[in-house]
């Protein structure tokens, strides 16, 4: 773990320094001690009795049968998607060594890396891009002169990218002679592609049936015509081609788990080939005899004449600087306030930690300093006896309670994901909505929640008490509109306060609870065009006043 010393800056009225604990970051996850074995393992393949690997952003490579990894780059940039080339002697990668993303080689042995590509960004190197990073090593050709990789330097939209070649010696790039292309691999001849049309294996749908779950489909570069050979309406991604050219294998999510599959090119028939039923298969690789992929965060070694699978026990020995203490300013990354009721301290929630922070001076403090857990959304209780706050600190998010002894209480056990939640005034309700689409009240005395709504639209997030702690004033979600409901906790009922024409929400009780403000969008001024005959509205929302 990685333990942090957060800045806060003086102009948010944060003052102080305190120690942290985070997650390091999100490629590298858990840091194993010296000799231990190491998790959260990516992007591996395999050739012979050697698999590289991406750990922590730096690409290592190990025995095909587990041990000590040794570690071949160490740029502060990531380096990813290693393939090993064709004689066992270079490994081509996706790195960040000049700040773009592009694609390198280096020698299996370790050395210097090499560029190869040179490529325009157009603002697809950010490695957190909802699509995956730029320029993707896919494969070798089968002679070891080029190396295949996927770029959208020819697009503007994530979805669709060129798969090209580039010379391992370096120079201009080829785009192979398809429109778009995901995930791809060379027949054994050189004279086929097996690929995916869309890449979109970064996103992190599951189940998807929609039209981005893709098939495979063969190229032949003679003819220069595509064959569609899986046709299912789940995912079926990352071809990979046997040795003997007999075979396709992938990963499919058929049984709503990504698990391997193989296609035989003459029987033209699909077998599953492993039933994982935990964590999904990612990213596999093919070598000559077995096929490497990700699985719990480990790497497994599937062997192809056996077809059994088993776990590589791979150890990392390094410095592991990203575990080391540092100075963080966290100014930028403050995502809740709170002020106390005496207005003296402010609750403040940053970089999955909750903070008491003074107004004017004095020391600030962390009150979760929690590594292994996303502490948020901290709201002081109006009556000033202690705080709430949201966290997954037992797998799910869910509404803690410190009292003013700091003693801490757990006040939701929900399996679900708990979006935000607002006091009542009165301190003895909280009203919470969550990621299943309803408005919950717990009484903060016995722990009991109610449901009070439930929306078939979307999260019911929009919602205000009423100064004496009766009603509650929320959005419900519609097809068409939203509209303002009120609940009534003591009569237990609830009535809808605008009518179905008109969108309206933001409800608001005022100060001495005789008026409820929201808005709505009810204000018609049509403004017509100059070239067609139609009319747009514009400013539609207005406040408006209910007593």
Do not use: C
Request: glycine share 8%; aromatic share 12%; no cysteine.
């Amino acid at each position: 773990m990685k333990k942090s010393i957060f800045v806060l800056s003086a102009f948010l009225l944060l003052s102080g320094g305190m120690y942290a604990d985070r997650s390091s970051n999100a490629i590298s996850g858990t840091v194993p001690a010296q000799g231990n074995e190491a998790r959260l393992l990516r992007f591996p393949d395999i050739k012979g009795d050697k698999v590289v690997f991406s750990y922590a952003g730096d690409i290592y490579i190990v025995n095909s049968n587990g041990g000590t990894a040794r570690r071949l780059t160490s740029n502060i940039g990531y380096e990813m998607f290693p393939k090993i080339s064709p004689d066992g002697k270079m490994i081509a990668f996706t790195g960040q060594y000049d700040g773009n993303t592009e694609v390198y080689v280096i020698p299996a042995e370790g050395g210097e890396p090499k560029r190869v590509t040179f490529t325009p960004t157009l603002g697809r190197d950010d490695i957190g891009d909802r699509m995956g990073p730029n320029n993707i090593v896919m494969d070798w050709t089968p002679d070891g002169k080029k190396i295949l990789y996927r770029t959208r330097s020819y697009t503007f939209n994530d979805f669709t990218g060129q798969l090209m070649t580039v010379s391992v010696d370096g120079g201009l790039s080829e785009k192979v002679p398809l429109k778009n292309g995901g995930f791809a691999t060379y027949s054994p001849d050189g004279k086929k592609l097996a690929y995916n049309y869309i890449f979109r294996e970064f996103r992190t749908w599951k189940r998807y049936e929609g039209g981005m779950a893709d098939d495979i489909r063969i190229f032949d570069f003679d003819t220069k015509k595509s064959e569609k050979i899986t046709d299912n309406i789940n995912q079926d991604i990352i071809p990979m081609w046997s040795a003997d050219g007999k075979k396709i294998y992938f990963i499919s999510d058929r049984d709503d788990h990504m698990n391997l599959y193989t296609f035989d090119v003459s029987a033209k028939t699909t077998e599953q080939l492993t039933k994982y039923n935990d964590y999904d298969i990612k990213f596999p690789s093919i070598g000559n005899n077995s096929i490497v992929f990700e699985n719990g965060g480990y790497i497994y070694k599937f062997d192809l004449a056996s077809r059994k699978a088993e776990k590589i026990s791979i150890s990392i020995n390094n410095d592991f600087s990203y575990s080391r203490p540092e100075w963080k300013d966290l100014s930028k990354s403050i995502r809740s306030i709170s002020i106390s009721p005496n207005g003296e301290r402010l609750l403040g929630g940053a970089r999955g930690d909750i903070f008491s922070i003074p107004a004017k001076n004095g020391i600030t403090y962390n009150l979760t300093n929690s590594s292994a857990a996303n502490d948020k959304n901290a709201d002081w209780a109006p009556d000033g006896n202690g705080f709430a706050f949201v966290s997954d600190k037992d797998g799910e998010f869910n509404i803690y309670f410190v009292d003013s002894k700091g003693k801490e209480k757990k006040l939701t056990d929900e399996k679900t994901h708990i979006l935000g939640f607002e006091w009542s005034p009165d301190a003895k309700t909280i009203a919470w909505s969550e990621k299943k689409n309803t408005l919950n009240l717990l009484d903060v005395a016995t722990g009991k929640s109610t449901q009070i709504e439930k929306s078939d639209i979307s999260p019911m997030n929009d919602y205000s008490w009423s100064p004496d702690s009766r009603y509650i004033a929320f959005t419900r979600p519609g097809k068409d509109v939203n509209v303002v409901m009120l609940y009534d906790t003591k009569e237990k009922s609830k009535v809808q306060i605008t009518d179905n024409w008109y969108n309206s929400g933001s409800a608001n009780f005022s100060k001495d609870g005789k008026y409820l403000l929201f808005s709505s969008a009810r204000t018609f001024v049509p403004t017509y065009s100059q070239t067609e005959w139609n009319h747009i509205y514009t400013n539609m929302s207005k406040i408006y006043i209910l007593p």
